[in-house]
C-alpha cells in the first residue's frame, strides 16, 4: 500500500482512490471514534491494512483508517493455544510474537506482508488438503459496527455470527481484535523439485494426499511442474536451512532481480518469453531443506504482477487446469508467469470459497504492465464451467446475482450485513458488486 499526493493505491496498482480523510487510530477506542464520526457526518468508512488484495475490497472513498498503528499482541494461552492479536498486525511479525510462547499458526499462505484482519477478510489461503484457510483459525474477533459499539464474536459471545465474520470481507464493520486457535510450533521438510507435467496431473490426487502440503507451480509453454511438497515435523528437528548464498542467487537474483527484467522486456518482445520459461524451469525449483514452519510456507515475492484465483472442487482440479493449458496453446498468447495449484480442506466460514467442500486452487497471474483482460476472461469461463469460486481478494468478474447461486449461506451473510451495517456505512463500490447494494 502506498499513498502518493493525497491518493491510496494497492500494491498491485489495480486499484486507486483520493479518500475525503485519512486517520491513523493507535488503539480500539480510536478506531470506534472514528466510526462513530464518520457515521455522523454520512460518510463512508474503510480500513485498509497493506493493500495487497488486487480487486477493490479495501477502497475507501470516504474515510480511509490506516491500521498501521494498530499492532501487536494482546494475549496470548500457551495451554488453549489461543492468542488475541490487534488487526493490523502484520502476518510476518507474528511468528516472533508467538515464538515466546511455543506457538504458531496452523497454516500460512506464501505471502506474509497483509494484516492478519486483510488476510482473514479476504479468504487468503495456503495450501494443504487438510488445513483451512486463515479465517478458518479464527476462534474470535471484535469488531466496531457502524451502532459506534464494540461487538465480541467468539464461542461464548454471539457464537452464532462467528462464520460470518471470521470472513467479512469488512462489510459488517470494522475488525480490531483478531483470536487465533494456533498450534505448537512445528518445522516442516521441504522437498522442491521438477517433474513432468503429465505426470503430475494423472498422479495429482496421490501427490496430494501423500503429503501435508502440496502444491506445483506451471510455466506455460513448457512441459514441467515445479512440485513443492512439505511434512510437518517436530519444532525440536535439526533444521538444515537452504545455503544463504544459494538461497540469494534462487529466490533474490533469479526469482525477483532477472525476472523482473525479463518480464519488462517481455512487453515489448513477447517472442522471448516461452524461451525463458523453459530456462526458469531448468535453473529453479529443485532443492530440500528442513526449517521453521513460517519460513518454508511464505516467500518473498518483489515482481509486481496481477493476479485471478477460483476455487474449485478438487476433483474438477485436473480437467480445469488441462482446458486453460489447451486455451493458451490455442490462443497463442505469451503467458510470462506461472500458473499455482494448491489445496484446502473444507470449512464453514459462510463467504469461504471451501465453504463445504474439499478444494482446489488455480491462480493465473500477468506481469503488472500487461493488460491481463483477456486472458483472465477467457480463464474464469473456465473456472465457471467447472464450479468455481473467485477469491475475493483477487480479480475477477462476477456480481451478487452469480455469488448468490454459488454460496449457500450468501443470504445469511447479507443478512447479517442489513443488521450491522443497514445505513451502508462500510460499503463501496466493489462491495456493492459482490453483495448488493
Known amino acids: 500500500m502506498t499513498r502518493i499526493g493525497g491518493t491510496w ?61 494498530l499492532q501487536g499482541l494482546v494475549s496470548a494461552d500457551r495451554a488453549s493455544g489461543r492468542v488475541t492479536l490487534l488487526a493490523g498486525t502484520r502476518l510476518h511479525r507474528i511468528p516472533a510474537l508467538l515464538a515466546p510462547f511455543g506457538l504458531a499458526m496452523e497454516n500460512l499462505g506464501d505471502i506474509d506482508r497483509q494484516s492478519i484482519s486483510g488476510a482473514i477478510s479476504t479468504g487468503t489461503h495456503g495450501t494443504g488438503a487438510g488445513f483451512g484457510g486463515l479465517a478458518a483459525q479464527v476462534v474470535g474477533a471484535t469488531l466496531v459496527t457502524a451502532a459506534g459499539e464494540f461487538l465480541r464474536v467468539d464461542d461464548e459471545h454471539n457464537a452464532e455470527m462467528l462464520p460470518a465474520v471470521a470472513l467479512g470481507l469488512g462489510a459488517l464493520g470494522i475488525l480490531t481484535e483478531v483470536t487465533l486457535q494456533c498450534v505448537p510450533a512445528f518445522a516442516m521438510e521441504a522437498i522442491d523439485e521438477p517433474a513432468p507435467l503429465d505426470d503430475v496431473l494423472a498422479s495429482l490426487d496421490h501427490r496430494v494426499e501423500a503429503s501435508d502440503h502440496f502444491e506445483f507451480y506451471w510455466f506455460p509453454h513448457t512441459d514441467v511442474a515445479l512440485t513443492k511438497r512439505q511434512t510437518r515435523v517436530p519444532e525440536s528437528t535439526r533444521r538444515q536451512p537452504l545455503p544463504v548464498i544459494g538461497r540469494w542467487i534462487d529466490e533474490t537474483l533469479l526469482s525477483n532481480g532477472v525476472y523482473r527484467l525479463v518480464c519488462a522486456a517481455g512487453q515489448v518482445a513477447p517472442a522471448i518469453t516461452p524461451p525463458f520459461n523453459r530456462l526458469a524451469v531448468k535453473l529453479t525449483g529443485d532443492r530440500r531443506y528442513t526449517e521453521l514452519s513460517h519460513r518454508v510456507l511464505t516467500q518473498s515475492r518483489t515482481v509486481r504482477f496481477r493476479e485471478m484465483e477460483y476455487a474449485l472442487p478438487a476433483d474438477h482440479v485436473v480437467p480445469a487446469f488441462r482446458a486453460v493449458r489447451a486455451l493458451i496453446e490455442q490462443r497463442g498468447w505469451r503467458i510470462e508467469f506461472p500458473i499455482e495449484v494448491r489445496f484446502a480442506a473444507a470449512d464453514d466460514r459462510w463467504l469461504s470459497t471451501a465453504h463445504g467442500r474439499d478444494t482446489g486452487y488455480i491462480a493465473v497471474h500477468r506481469y503488472w504492465r500487461a493488460d491481463p483482460s483477456e486472458y483472465f ?15 475475493w481478494g ?30 451502508r456505512r462500510f460499503t463501496n463500490r466493489y462491495l456493492d458488486r459482490v453483495l448488493g447494494s
Open 9 to 69: 493505491q494497492n500494491w498491485a496498482r489495480s486499484a486507486q482512490v483520493k479518500p475525503l480523510r485519512v486517520e491513523r487510530p493507535r488503539s480500539p477506542e480510536g478506531v470506534q471514534r472514528a466510526v462513530v464520526a464518520a457515521v455522523a457526518q454520512g460518510l463512508t468508512i474503510k480500513a485498509v491494512g497493506a493493500g495487497h488484495s488486487f480487486t477493490g475490497i479495501a477502497v475507501a472513498p470516504g474515510v480511509l483508517l490506516e491500521l498501521d498503528d
Open 377 to 391: 476472461e477467457a480463464v474464469e469461463q473456465i473456472m465457471l464451467e467447472h464450479g468455481g469460486r473467485p477469491h
Open 394 to 423: 483477487k480479480l475477477h468478474t462476477l456480481t451478487a446475482d452469480r455469488l448468490r447461486e454459488i454460496y449457500p449461506r450468501f443470504e445469511d451473510f447479507t443478512a447479517l450485513r442489513d443488521e450491522l451495517d443497514p445505513d
